[in-house]
């Protein structure tokens, strides 16, 4: 899996923000439930998938940051 970061590359497609979405699944489903990784984005994946559904960017810690300085 390789995909290039740079200010000329072009948007991902949602099709391919999917498919890499489901491979990072994967790699996380394959060290078990109880991962450091597993525990860390437990949530984090539905929330990604609403993203790419609904087209904007939600996260939720960026969003309690703000919370928190306001």
């Known amino acids: 899996m390789c995909i ?10 949602k099709d391919q923000e999917r498919g890499v979405l489901q491979q990072i ?5 394959e060290l078990g439930p109880k991962s450091y990784i597993a ?14 559904d609904n087209g904007f960017s939600g996260n939720p810690v960026e969003q ?3 919370l928190g300085e306001q």
């Open 4 to 13: 290039e970061n740079t200010t000329e590359s072009a948007m991902a497609t």
């Open 25 to 29: 699944k994967a790699m996380v489903a």
């Open 39 to 52: 525990t860390a984005f437990r949530g984090v994946f539905d929330i990604a998938e609403e993203n790419i």
């Open 64 to 66: 309690a940051q703000d």
